[in-house]
């Protein structure tokens, strides 16, 4: 007897319909084959399967099994679809009474339960798309799905649990809306009253915040670049639900999310060991990389002249697109990645150059060598350059006077809204997306600022990069002021933010 049971492949973030049709007949040798451009996983699915049905009290049936995953042509990888090769199996073998219809997907252990498996997020919004009215899902799968409306998705425990749901012997009943994991209020680790002076630095990072620039800290050890790119998390503004769900699906399809949606603002600071592969994307089994786990959110590099030059470059990219395309033989996969990204660095090899309190040991070769590591285009992407000095010693036993991050986000918060307002009809979220077109559409400032700016940049050897991202910081500047145009005082912040960069030799 044939069967048919509707799933999904997931190509990239998106999910696509695949249909497993199961052919069995009672005679020819028995054999148990799949077709269909199925990965390991897939093929490996059998084994799976046959322990599963016999170990829930079913029988596997004893003769010639032939397994399609149609389209052909779309590649099928993961555990996906050991659930839909089961019900399948046993529909097509006359085991399964009712209709299957709905959406399946689910991998199986050999005892008949349901393990969750990546990307169900994507698949349920596919299914909400496609007006498939029931998704059934993995038990574990289901707190990441729980905000979808207007659908059915139905958590399962067990291979025999659905089979009793389908003989209608017992109703497995859809899960409840769970709003509450999609609350964006969280508790930061570290709070910004902690950190005692570095008055600039601090105001960088509300800049960067409510802005989303990238930034870079400079300074000798030990005075808190670490730890205050570590507080930023605390001032990001809250995340809207559209922003949770496109978040979330990334950490869905990459298998890195903890069981619940991702409901803050990521920050991700790999290693400076990370790979290429690691950083932006790819592999075999295309995957998303640190760039698309940090989508929406703040990709920390510390350390940054460690990190091997090759691997840098790479980022150029991203962070201009805000998304990844990988390339493989199996087809294209675009990843999401916009970012603010946070870079922090001694500024010579023993960390004391410039300092006014400890003289530097490092020749002046030593330090070349050592920022020549910066890469050029790299430090050119980035908006703000901050220079973190020693704090005082007497300064770190005083009693805090600095604002605490709860504070801080309230402002930050405000200037999202009014980059919101004046973004409303494009696709910009914040100041730091807006292209050359968009910051001479939207950014306001008087005849003289223009021609201040112009002397500026030529004065610094601005890019025309540069002088575009020194225009956005000072708007954001503006919007945190509570004023949209950008005055005079708003544009001086900004050009001082560029001007103090590291001076290469
Ligand atoms: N401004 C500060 N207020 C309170 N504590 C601080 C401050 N600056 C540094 N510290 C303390 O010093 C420790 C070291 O700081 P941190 O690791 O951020 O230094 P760093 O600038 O990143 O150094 P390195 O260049 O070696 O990486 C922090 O964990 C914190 O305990
Ligand atoms: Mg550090």
Redesign the pocket.
């Known amino acids: 007897m044939l069967a048919k049971v509707s799933s999904a492949a997931i190509l990239g973030l998106e999910a696509v319909g695949v249909d497993i049709e199961v052919d069995v007949s009672n005679r020819g040798l028995p054999s148990f084959t799949v077709v269909g451009l199925a990965d390991k996983a897939v093929e490996e699915a059998k084994e799976r399967v046959r322990s599963a049905i016999k170990n829930s009290g079913f029988d596997f049936p004893g003769h010639k099994t032939i397994i399609n995953l149609a389209p052909a042509d779309i590649p099928k990888m993961g555990t996906f679809y050991d659930l839909p090769i089961a019900l399948g199996i046993l529909k097509a073998s006359g085991q399964l009474k009712g209709k299957l219809s709905g959406l399946f997907l689910g991998e199986l252990s050999l005892n008949g339960d349901l393990r969750q498996v990546k990307g169900c997020l994507s698949t349920a919004l596919y299914a909400r798309e496609r007006k498939i009215e029931k998704v059934f899902v993995p038990h574990n799968n289901y707190n990441e799905v729980a905000i979808i409306k207007g659908i059915g998705i139905f958590p399962v425990r067990n291979l025999k649990d659905l089979m009793l749901h389908f003989n209608k012997v017992k109703e497995i009943k859809p899960g409840k809306i769970n709003k509450e994991l999609a609350d964006p209020s969280f508790e930061p680790e570290l709070d910004f009253s902690?950190?005692?002076?570095?008055s600039q630095a601090k105001r960088a990072l509300e800049i960067a915040a409510a802005g989303g620039h990238n930034l870079f800290f400079f300074?000798?050890?030990?005075?808190?670049?670490?730890?205050?790119a570590r507080a930023l998390p605390g001032i990001m503004p809250i995340m809207t639900e559209e922003e949770i769900l496109e978040v979330t699906r990334i950490y869905s399809v990459s298998g890195n999310l903890k069981g619940k949606l991702v409901n803050y603002r990521p920050f991700r600071s790999p290693h400076h060991s990370v790979s290429r592969v690691g950083l932006i994307g790819g592999g075999s089994f295309p995957l998303p990389g640190e760039v698309s786990l940090a989508h929406r959110g703040t990709l920390f590099l510390?350390?940054l002249p460690e990190f091997p030059r090759h691997v840098l470059e790479a980022l150029r990219q991203p962070m201009e697109d805000g998304f990844v395309t990988i390339a493989r033989s199996r087809g294209r996969f675009s990843y999401p990645a916009q970012f603010n990204l946070v870079a922090?660095s001694?500024p010579c090899p023993c960390?004391f150059y410039g300092d006014p309190k400890n003289a530097c040991r490092c020749s002046s070769a030593e330090i070349n060598r050592y920022q020549k590591r910066l890469s050029g285009p790299l430090m050119d992407r980035i908006d703000i350059h901050v220079e973190?000095p020693a704090?005082p010693a007497k300064k770190?036993v005083q009693k805090t006077t600095g604002q605490s991050s709860k504070q801080i986000r309230v402002r930050v918060e405000a200037a999202r809204r009014r980059q919101r307002r004046r973004f409303n009809e494009s696709r910009l979220t914040c100041n730091a997306e807006m292209g050359s077109r968009e910051v001479k559409k939207y950014c306001q400032m008087e005849n003289s600022s223009w021609q201040k700016l112009v002397d500026s940049s030529e004065k610094l050897g601005l890019s025309a990069r540069g002088f575009y991202r020194v225009v956005k910081v000072a708007q954001t500047v503006a919007d945190l002021a509570g004023k949209d145009k950008i005055d005079q005082e708003h544009l001086i912040e900004a050009l001082n933010f560029r001007s103090k960069g590291l001076s290469y030799h």
């Not at 902690?194 to 570095?198: A, E, L, P, R, S």
């Not at 300074?219 to 205050?228: A, D």
């Open positions: 902690d950190i005692n002076g570095q300074g000798p050890p030990g005075s808190g670049k670490t730890l205050l510390d350390e922090a001694n960390g973190v704090v770190l």
